[in-house]
Nanobody, 115 residues
Framework: QVQLVESGGGLVQAGESLRLSCSAS????????LAWYRQAPGKQRELVAG???????NYADSVKGRFTISRDNAKYTVYLQMNSLKAEDTAVYYC?????????WGQGTQVTVSS
């Protein structure tokens, strides 16, 4: 079992920055991929960014060049640095941990970008 706790969401103006954090506990050594997803009202949950244990990253086209995902394996934490935020980035952001055969989700943190 893996438990995830997100933090760092909030209300910002367009163009500003936020950094989200997700701390993992439990069977952390089984985690292969950590990722951030988001879900806006009335829309499906979508992948924002992911990072493997070895540091390989991937991003949604909509956030490339603005968001950066990183992980601190010593602290069992994954971060999402979000710059140049836009109103369309408004959503609940979820952290996801993938192990061999299982996936775990955090409770989500709200990010609201006002224009």
């Amino acid at each position: 079992q893996v438990q995830l706790v997100e933090s760092g969401g909030g209300l910002v103006q367009a163009g500003e920055s936020l950094r989200l954090s997700c701390s993992a506990s439990g069977s952390i050594f089984s985690i292969n991929v950590l990722a951030w997803y988001r879900q806006a009202p009335g829309k499906q949950r979508e992948l924002v960014a992911g990072i493997t244990r070895g540091g390989t990253t991937n991003y949604a086209d909509s956030v490339k060049g603005r968001f950066t995902i990183s992980r601190d394996n010593a602290k069992y934490t994954v971060y999402l640095q979000m710059n140049s935020l836009k109103a369309e980035d408004t959503a609940v952001y979820y952290c996801k941990a993938e192990t061999f055969g299982s996936a775990y989700w955090g409770q989500g943190t709200q990010v609201t970008v006002s224009s």
